[in-house]
């Protein structure tokens, strides 16, 4: 369900998982003694939490929101890829319909009406039953009060519960993507109280879901945790061989790679180009280079209207032109990625590159400096005043572009040092702005910027991440924000979007896709800078079972759907129980006290089947 949404970065304190309280005692003379004043600092947890398997996960995002209703960062999506199962599931080779709460369905000839049979016996965490009336509930509540995670997929449809395991789902229009409906299902019972009005302030937390993982706790810039929903239905009876999963945010992503080649970790996500090969040399560690359709722009205030105070200039559509030849694409693949993805070229609309249309030369924006300053000289952008910068036709307002940067992502300083100093090279000034995720989210959707840098991944279909560019998702209003981070948007470009939504004809919606993606593309209100691989790796001696989704391509975890959680196992089995910390901070070794005789020994914690 790797709905389009930002990418990673964020920041943290390292923290330990807690091991056993009976020890400390022990194991502090111990190591007294033994390492002659080295200090050990070994934390406690409850007894309840002892025996816990943990799998430990390295991240550089945190979450944004874990309500569905409300988030949309990458980071975001994997608590609800766990938390919350959709009606139908996406397969891990090929990302085609699987069953998921609904267990069938059948389809009406004129594909406008589909029947879901719900799967028996279905409840959720808390023990309440899950019926076809929180399906239908989550629809048309959803598409009526146009939930910014659900509504580009249930705006056009009605639902009804027709008994407990049935629910029916009418479409208003042709849509090409049903049966497919992956969308979160919530729990009525938790939302139904929450008013339109709060619903995006509520905070989230409550815990309950359908998937094979809830929220336990969640600790700002430093961790997540998610514990294991024994009521999931895809455990089938058998006991859940990870009980808990511990998202630790890192504010640096080699101190990330690092924490993992010492033990710290088990997987790491959104690792570093820099750190990538390091890795990958590590005989104990897989290192993976994931393929899901994410890319990084270059996003310019194309101002369609909307809210906001962008410069002018952007409005013409020769100065975004001229600035999509400024930037030099294969600088940025060879020192930004270090050649770890693709080079940018058009939108990506969609993982599936069905729906990505090749660029023809003659449209392709090369870089061209030389070809840029004749642009906008020809346009009258030019320096009346020989301070470098370019002003206004007729003169006046200089080309000084507010450039807003993430401040949550190890790249991105040198990415802005490459593109504004590209910039300066054609008469544009830059004054750069420094603001993480959060906030930075607010300055765009506010309209309150020139030009910026972030990234989306799409979805598997490219309705939701076309949509983003209609006039529809434009932010008119400080409180009405839409996705819409150009401010750009045509009629023509609607119309388009319009047609492809309810063409049935896959190799005719092609067609229109391909269109759009191209007309987007000429208009230069975004510039891709390159596609980013998923970068991740994982240790493999702590879990197997990783799988890639898609198969050989594709992440092994922050994927559409997220399907390795439920098929790792500790390495040598263990799944009924023991401990995995996954820890050796600064250093520090777990100690595994052998009673008897005098003797002990010092080791590494290993797989979870490892116990004290």
């Known amino acids: 369900m790797l709905a389009t949404r930002r990418h990673p970065a964020c920041s943290c ?8 309280r009976r020890f400390v005692a022990i194991l502090t003379a111990v190591l007294c003694v033994a390492l002659a004043g080295t200090v050990l600092a070994v934390p406690t947890v409850s007894g309840a939490q002892e025996d816990l398997v943990t799998l430990t996960i390295g991240v550089t995002q945190d979450l944004d929101s874990p309500n569905v209703t409300a988030g949309y960062l990458v980071s975001s999506y994997e608590v609800w890829n766990l938390q919350y199962a959709a009606l139908t599931d996406k397969t891990a080779d090929d990302l085609t ?18 029947t879901y049979h719900l799967r028996e016996g279905l409840v959720w965490s808390d023990g309440e039953p899950l019926t076809a009336d929180d399906v239908a509930y989550t629809i048309n509540r959803s598409r009526d009060e146009e939930w910014i995670n659900h509504s580009s997929a249930t705006g056009n449809l009605d639902a009804t519960a027709v008994d407990d395991r049935t629910v029916e789902v009418v479409s208003s229009e042709p849509d090409p993507r049903l049966p497919i409906l992956d969308v979160y299902i919530v729990p009525k019972h938790i939302y139904e109280p929450i008013a339109a009005d709060d619903i995006e302030a509520y905070d989230g937390l409550d815990g309950v879901g359908s998937g094979p993982y809830v929220m336990e706790s969640w600790s700002p810039n430093e961790s997540w945790i998610m514990k294991v929903n024994p009521s999931f239905y895809g455990w089938e009876g058998k006991k859940p061989p990870i009980d808990r999963i511990v ?4 504010s640096n992503g080699d101190a990330m790679a690092a924490a993992l080649q010492q033990g710290e970790l088990d997987a790491a996500h959104n690792v570093p180009s820099a750190s990538f090969e390091r890795l990958d040399a590590d005989p104990d560690i897989v290192a993976i280079k994931g393929s899901q359709g994410g ?11 909307g809210i906001g105070d962008g410069h002018p200039a952007l409005l013409d559509k020769t100065v975004r032109q001229a600035i999509a030849h400024a930037i030099d694409r294969d600088t940025l693949f060879d020192r930004v990625l270090l050649g770890l993805g693709e080079k940018g070229t058009v939108l990506v609309p969609s993982v599936d590159p069905f729906w990505k249309p090749a660029l023809p030369a003659d449209l392709e924006f090369a870089f061209d400096p030389a070809l840029a300053n004749s642009m906008l000289e020809d346009a009258g952008y030019v320096d009346t005043d020989g301070d470098g910068v370019r002003e206004m036709p ?28 590209w910039l300066e090279d054609i008469g544009i000034a830059t004054t750069v702005e420094v603001f993480d995720d959060s906030q930075l989210t607010d300055v765009v959707s506010a309209g309150e910027f020139d030009l910026f840098s972030w990234g989306w991944t799409p979805y598997v279909d490219p309705d939701p991440m076309l949509s983003y560019f209609t006039c529809a998702q434009v932010s008119y209003a400080a409180d009405d924000y839409g996705y819409n981070d150009a401010n750009w948007c045509t009629p023509e470009y609607d119309a388009l979007y319009d047609q492809q939504h309810v063409e049935l004809d896959r190799g005719k919606r092609r067609d229109i896709v391909h269109q759009m993606v191209l007309d987007f593309y000429e208009e230069a209100a975004y510039v891709v800078l390159f596609e980013g691989a998923d970068l991740q790796a994982y240790r493999t001696d702590r879990f197997e079972g990783w799988v890639r989704q898609p198969a050989e391509i594709g992440a092994v975890f922050f994927s559409n759907s997220s399907p390795s959680y439920t098929r790792l196992t500790p390495v040598g089995g263990g799944s009924d129980g023991g401990s995995n910390t996954g820890l050796l901070i600064g250093g520090v070794v777990a100690a595994i006290v052998v009673l008897g005789g005098g003797a002990f020994a010092l080791s590494r914690r290993g797989s979870a089947d490892e116990r004290i």
């Open 295 to 305: 890319f990084s722009e270059l996003g310019m205030n194309a101002g369609a209207g």
């Open 97 to 114: 319909i699987a069953p998921g709460l609904a267990e069938s369905w059948d389809v009406s000839d004129d594909g406008q009406t589909v």
């Open 394 to 421: 007729g003169g006046g307002q200089p080309l000084n572009l507010r450039y807003v940067q993430r401040s949550e992502s190890t790249s991105e300083p040198q990415l802005t040092e490459f593109i504004t100093g």
């Open 247 to 250: 998202y630790r945010v890192f």
């Open 13 to 20: 304190k390292i923290w330990m998982v807690d091991m056993r």
